[in-house]
Structure formats: structure tokens, C-alpha cells
């Protein structure tokens, strides 16, 4: 079948037919379609969508785009984790290590950074050392013998997706259900999972930013996960407002560090607690949620969290002194400090300015295959709810090029609201669609 011939039909708003969409994967796979048919294809899914089936159909040709990793020789149950993508999202790099450590066995291909959202793989690089393109081999003995490893999606593992998910990170054509859940679901397809724990980001800084889009993508991961024999659930949490206080790449290393001794922020632990409760439970690694939790909390002060952490960093042959000495990592060698214009509370901080104001500053992409900085990033002593003094410094800017530090100072100025009553404190976790049903947690999802 003809590229462009493909590419009318869904521009006219046409069901794909099942062919059409192998010859869409194989020539992605291949190189047979250069990137502007496939770009076009995939703007014209952002702009008439995709039905249900089509969208299994992707995800399966997707998903066998490479190898289906048997994690069969491995004993226990794997248990997968994945996130929509958010702002300060760094839930992944702890979750792995921190579950791994209560007895889950953590299978994971991970992505780059996505639009204004940070990739785990980027985040990881940013340790000296640290290898993300395993092969098969390798990632299999991590996982037998240190219980976790992150990956990225390579030749034989998920490789439309690695084509795919570059070209949309720079094409305006990440904000689709289809193509969110086909990207998602065939790399936790690939990996090896046979339970999966799903994050899916709701609000400002999410690609899905009102609850019944949310919940629609929400239902379409567990549906198509449930379908392929894998069981799967996924949590709607809120990213109106960046997770943590470090946006970029080192600078979310340095936090979830931080975490693991003890001194991570509130909001970031409640995610990774709630997420980390399911994925023991899955893993029946407990008899309750409750033990599950106490399990993971425990993890978590014990210690032994960490410890796993420093055994995933070397086995992927990352520089291990980091974990004792965050200093380690990439440092930007300018910061500029944006100050408060007035007394008051923070009512807002805006995550995707937040987040675009990152990607400004080099932490992101601007072309496919750009070098990102890895130092560069936003570090935010202030929070929705903060009490703030007039010109104290509310968001600390890192960088290392003064010619993108224009752009990112408007869009970070302009992320943060003062105002003379501190907001309520919202849920962060909104709603679980799980394998018997649906809980809401918040009215109006
Ligand atoms: N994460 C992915 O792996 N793919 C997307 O499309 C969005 C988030």
C-alpha cells in the first residue's frame, strides 16, 4: 500500500484498514517511510482520531514491531509501571528501585522527554556512566539479579515506538489518545510485564488536561492491557502543578535521591507510595493494600530503597558516587532567580509553562535527535499554598546558554500566581480504573 494513499484516507477522516496500519509500522520499522509521511500520518491521527479497534491493531503492530520479551525463567510476577508523561514526573526512577526492594520484580522500557514533559531516559543519562540501551541479554540479567532495570526502546525492543515517539516530541502530535496508549502499551507489551501499574496525568502539564479525556485513556490502557492477558490498572493522578521541586533532567536525579534518604517532597511521595502499594500487591508480595503500603514505607526509611537503587545504578554502569554525592551530577553553570511581584500566597503554579519554560532553558528538544541539557532545569522553593514575602525568589532557573534565557523567563514568570488566600490543598490521586471497575475519588472525573 502506497504511504500517501494512507495518509489521504485518515486526512479524509477514514477508518484505517488493519493493512494499512502494518504497512504504517513496518515502514516506520524499516525506514521505508521517511519521517515527513510518517509525521503526516500522524498528524492526521491527532487532528480525525482513531476507533477502538484501529487503535488495538496499532498498538499490536507496534508492539510486535520488535521482540515480545519472555521474562518466563525469571520467578514471581513482573510487574510493569508507566506514566502519560508530566512535569517533574520522576515517580519512575524511584518507584523501580523502591518496589524491586520489596520483592517485585520491575521490568521497564522507558521514554525521552515528550513535548514539555521530561523522559526517564533523559533523566537517567544525566548519571555519569549510566547505560539505557541495554541489550536483551543484559536487561534480563538485571532483572534477575538486581530485580529492576530501565531501558529505552531499542532495535529489537519496541522500535516503532522509538521512531514514533522522537518524531512526535517535535511535530505537535503528541496530544492523542490512540497514539498515547499505542505508545505506552507496546513498549509494556515488549518489556516482559505480566501486571502493570499505570500513572496517568491529568491537568495543566498532562496530555490528557480534562478529566473525561483522562478517563477515556485511562479505560483504553486497561482495556487494551487487559486484552492482551496482562493485568492492568491505572491511577488518574493531578499534574496541574509540577510533581516535586526540581524540573530537568540532573536536577530531578538529585531529588529522587533526596527521596530515598528520607527528605523527598510531600507530593511525591503520596504518588509513588499509592503506585508502589499496587505494584507489592500485584506482585502478592502482601496479603492487603495496607501491608503493602506499610511494606513500601518501609522500604523507604529503611533504607533498603536506596540500596537498590545504588545496585541499578551500577549494574547499568552508572557512577554510583552520585547517590552519596549529588554534586556529582551535571551542575548548569548560570541560575536566575524569578522573585515574587507582590506578598501573598502562591495560588498557581502553571506546569506546563512550568515544563516549556524547562524545555527553553535546553532541558527538552527542539529537533529530533537535538542534544538536551542535561543540567539544565527549574528548581522551585515555592509551592501552591506558600506563603511568599514581595521579591523573595519563588523559582530558581538553571542554564548554561544566555540566548535561551529570554524565553524561559516570560513563560516562567507568567507560570506562577500570587494572591492573598492560600488555595484549599487538592487530591492528587483523582480516580483508579482497575480490573473490577472504577473508584473516583474526586467528584466531577
Ligand atoms: N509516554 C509514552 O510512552 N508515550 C506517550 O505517547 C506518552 C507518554
Known amino acids: ?143 534477575a539479579e538486581v530485580g529492576c532495570c530501565l531501558i529505552g526502546q531499542t532495535a529489537t525492543i519496541a522500535p516503532a515506538d522509538k521512531t514514533l515517539y522522537a518524531l512526535r516530541d517535535v511535530t505537535g502530535t503528541i496530544e492523542s ?13 515488549a518489556e516482559g510485564s505480566d501486571a502493570l501499574v499505570l500513572d496517568v496525568k491529568c491537568g495543566r502539564g498532562a496530555f490528557m488536561q480534562r478529566p473525561p479525556e483522562a478517563r477515556a485513556l485511562a479505560r483504553a490502557l486497561v482495556s487494551i492491557g487487559t486484552a492482551a492477558g496482562v493485568r492492568t490498572e491505572a491511577f488518574i493522578t493531578r499534574m496541574d502543578v509540577p510533581l516535586g521541586r526540581a524540573v530537568g533532567n540532573a536536577l530531578e536525579i538529585a531529588e529522587c535521591i533526596d527521596l530515598l534518604k528520607g527528605e523527598g517532597p510531600a507530593d511525591l511521595t503520596e504518588v509513588i507510595v499509592r503506585l508502589g502499594t499496587r505494584m507489592v500487591r500485584l506482585a502478592e508480595q ?40 549529588p554534586s556529582r551530577l551535571p551542575s548548569a553553570s548560570l541560575t536566575r532567580m524569578i522573585t515574587a511581584p507582590r506578598a501573598g500566597f502562591v495560588t498557581a503554579l502553571d506546569a506546563l509553562l512550568v515544563g516549556r519554560a524547562a524545555v527553553a532553558l535546553g532541558a527538552g528538544r527542539d529537533k529530533k535527535g537535538d542534544a538536551v541539557d542535561l543540567s539544565a532545569g527549574i528548581l522551585l522553593p515555592k509551592k501552591p499554598g506558600d506563603a511568599v514575602k514581595s521579591g523573595e525568589p519563588v523559582m530558581e532557573l538553571r542554564y548554561n546558554d544566555p540566548a535561551r534565557l529570554d524565553a524561559a523567563v516570560a513563560l516562567a514568570t507568567q507560570a506562577m500566581v500570587v494572591g492573598d488566600l492560600a488555595p484549599a490543598p487538592q487530591p492528587l490521586v483523582l480516580g483508579w480504573v482497575h480490573d473490577s471497575g472504577e473508584t473516583m475519588f474526586v467528584a466531577g472525573m
Open 286 to 325: 502482601a496479603a492487603s493494600d495496607d501491608q503493602a503500603t506499610a511494606k513500601v514505607r518501609h522500604a523507604l526509611a529503611s533504607g533498603a530503597a536506596l540500596a537498590k537503587l545504588r545496585e541499578m545504578i551500577a549494574g547499568q554502569g552508572g557512577d554510583v558516587s552520585v547517590v552519596d554525592d
Open 177 to 189: 489518545l490512540p497514539l498515547i496508549a499505542s505508545s505506552v502499551m507496546s513498549k509494556k507489551l
Open 1 to 143: 500500500m502506497r504511504a500517501v494513499d494512507i495518509i489521504r484516507a485518515k486526512r479524509d477522516g477514514d477508518a484505517l484498514s488493519r493493512e494499512a496500519i502494518e504497512a504504517f509500522v513496518t515502514g516506520v520499522t524499516d525506514g521505508s517511510w521517511p519521517d515527513y509521511q510518517a509525521s503526516a500520518l500522524l498528524m492526521a491521527i491527532v487532528l480525525k482520531g482513531m476507533n477502538a479497534v484501529e487503535t488495538a491493531w496499532l498498538t499490536d503492530a507496534m508492539a510486535r514491531s520488535g521482540d515480545r520479551v519472555d521474562l518466563s525463567h525469571i520467578p514471581g510476577i513482573k510487574v510493569g509501571k508507566h506514566s502519560t508523561g508530566g512535569v517533574g514526573d520522576k515517580v519512575s526512577i524511584v518507584l523501580a528501585p523502591l518496589a524491586a526492594s520489596c520483592g517485585v520484580v520491575v521490568p521497564k522500557i522507558s521514554g525521552r522527554g515528550l513535548g514539555h514533559t521530561g523522559g526517564t531516559l533523559d533523566k537517567l543519562e544525566s548519571i555519569p556512566g549510566f547505560r539505557v540501551a541495554l541489550s536483551l541479554d543484559e536487561y534480563k540479567k538485571m532483572l
